[in-house]
T-cell receptor
């Protein structure tokens, strides 16, 4: 009954460090997404994936890397963290994206880059 | 013009009031429409989909006006528990889903 989980829930790191945010879903959804949410902005798509080994850039991909070797996992890596990447990161999944199916969100990771 | 625009609020209403939010979108080819709810420091959750004919779920009514390119959400008999941020979500097709910045609602006793 886990649904979609994210780890860690909170992370503080320093500029220049590599950070990986984990996302895991138990529904076998094909589609997975990473968003960031900042004050004054709606959720902005960083990367998405239509299936294992298929990923593509969203609206704000610079500075981020993703992989999807297994359907259930979709990690997001900040290769060299910057202060502008301080944000709340949400992972989401969907069974039938683009055809009116809803997206289900994880609880989010609050990342602070000092 | 922003792709999706919402009045950020906040809307401050007493319990029992009726409150309405609008959301405009710029792409006339947009395909699917939703309202999500987001509580403070929590993840967004689907409140309801929005259909062309309008749809109702208890105290909540959603409508779509394709000609004027907006969707609306009406909340009747507001409860304290309705206090949240309401996100307008527009699916343009494929993987392009656009989230509005949200409208904050505070319901007071």
């Amino acid at each position: 009954d886990a649904g979609i989980t994210q780890s860690p829930r909170y992370k503080i790191t320093e500029t220049g460090r590599q950070v990986t945010l984990m996302c895991h879903q138990t529904w076998s959804h094909s589609y997975m997404f990473w968003y960031r949410q900042d004050l004054g902005h709606g959720l902005r798509l960083i990367y998405y994936s239509a299936a294992a080994d298929i990923t593509d850039k969203g609206e704000v991909p610079d500075g981020y890397v993703v992989s999807r070797s297994k359907t259930e996992n979709f990690p997001l890596t900040l290769e060299s963290a910057t202060r502008s990447q301080t944000s709340v990161y949400f992972c989401a999944s969907s069974g039938n994206q683009g055809r009116g199916d809803t997206q289900y969100f994880g609880p989010g990771t609050r990342l602070t880059v000092l | 013009r922003k792709e999706v625009e919402q009045d950020p609020g906040p809307f401050n209403v007493p319990e029992g009031a009726t409150v309405a939010f609008n959301c405009t979108y710029s792409n006339s080819a947009s395909q699917s429409f939703f309202w999500y709810r987001q509580d403070c420091r929590k993840e967004p959750k689907l409140l309801m989909s929005v259909y062309s004919s309008g749809n109702e779920d208890g105290r909540f009514t959603a409508q779509l006006n394709r000609a004027s390119q907006y969707i609306s959400l009406l909340i009747r008999d507001s409860k304290l528990s309705d206090s949240a941020t309401y996100l307008c979500v527009i699916e343009e097709g494929g993987f392009k889903t656009i989230f509005g910045a949200g409208t904050r609602l505070f319901v007071k006793a």
